[in-house]
């Protein structure tokens, strides 16, 4: 199934690159579906209407393989993951981040951290296997991940100065991450927000060619 049919981004494609072969399915259903779900917040202008078209999903990723409907890629994909055996309960959590985006802002900070569990926790988990338990590192990385993305692309500035700020209390808190090589494309995530995170400042084109050599040197030796 090609990038196109699922709607990876320009840097999610860079990144799945790095994916080992046998992880590959994985990882190229976990970017879709959260890009997915991004979508839906971004075009959704009513609550219920958002929270409807989520629960669509939530009601698929509950539902056995064989009364799932037919003709939409990422069902196809998530059926072949599921066929392979992975465990999707970490879906439901990255989902559960998502539903976060329905609330208005400014965020206090209990919004924030459990958005920030849910999104980033259940996202490193699904890619890393789902039935492997993440270390505590790996669990704050993934959080301030989710922050530092949200950071990114927030439209309230009171809330994105927060949600980076707390990105950047976890990782000066955090001992260097360290994944196998079936996390590579984490790590290159890392490897962008530890960088943001040094300058105190939001990084604001990641397509330009000095980062892709960053994250072709790190996606091929790991440094």
Not at 84 to 93: E, F, K, R, V
Request: some cysteine; proline content about 4%; charged content about 25%.
């Amino acid at each position: 199934m090609s990038d196109a049919n699922l709607q990876h981004d320009p840097l999610q494609r860079l990144v799945l690159a790095y994916a080992k072969r046998a992880d590959r399915t994985r990882y190229a259903l976990v970017f879709a579906l959260d890009s997915r779900f991004a979508g839906v917040i971004r075009s959704t202008s009513e609550t219920l209407i958002g929270q409807m078209r989520l629960t669509w999903w939530r009601d698929n990723l509950t539902k056995p393989l064989e009364a799932r409907p037919t003709g939409e890629p990422l069902i196809a994909l998530i059926n072949e993951t599921e066929e392979q055996g992975s465990d999707l309960a970490p879906l439901l959590n990255l989902l559960e981040g998502w539903e976060f985006l329905l609330d208005d802002f400014p965020w206090d900070d209990r919004q924030l951290d459990q958005y920030a569990e849910k999104r980033g926790e259940g996202l490193f988990s699904f890619a890393l296997g789902g039935d492997r338990l993440l270390t505590e590192d790996q669990k704050r990385g993934a959080q301030a991940w989710a922050l530092w993305d949200f950071a990114r692309h927030c439209s309230d500035e009171n809330t994105r100065k927060k949600a980076f700020q707390k990105c950047g209390n976890l990782m000066n808190a955090l001992k260097p991450i360290v994944f196998d090589r079936s996390g590579r494309p984490l790590s290159i995530f890392c490897k962008l927000m530890q960088g943001d995170v040094k300058r105190r400042s939001l990084t604001a084109d990641l397509y330009r060619p000095g980062i892709a050599s960053k994250i072709v040197w790190h996606g091929v030796t790991g440094c």
